[in-house]
């Protein structure tokens, strides 16, 4: 009987670590997405493209990359952020990038 419990609290603890890997996944990708629209934000307000990716960056997973740019009359932003194991228990597998995208239209001026 002791044994099957001691398979049993394994499996219990392995699907615990899976859990919180999966809530970490969740929380990088919504705080990617976000930060994408910080930067569109910004840019569609017209303003800088050093300043939208600063604003960005605060937002930004740590270790996230950052692009923005302005076409015409659409700006677009996407961070990519690695996510590695919680406690780096999963650090064989390597880390998972996940992405955040975001497009919007730029924003008429005072004058319409």
Request: hydrophobic share 55%.
């Amino acid at each position: 009987m002791t044994a099957e419990a001691a398979i049993g609290m394994c499996l219990l603890v392995l699907v615990a670590l899976g859990l919180v890997w999966m809530i970490c996944l969740g929380v990088v990708a919504v705080r990617a997405q976000d930060a994408a629209r910080e930067a569109v934000r910004a840019l569609a307000r017209g303003e800088a493209q050093d300043s939208a990716i600063a604003l960005a960056r605060r937002a930004a997973p740590e270790g996230a990359s950052i692009e923005a740019e302005a076409d015409g009359h659409l700006v677009r932003a996407v961070v990519r952020a690695p996510v590695r194991g919680p406690g780096g228990i999963f650090g064989f597998l390597g880390s998972v990038t996940v992405t955040g995208r975001a497009v919007g239209a730029v924003e008429a001026g005072p004058s319409g």
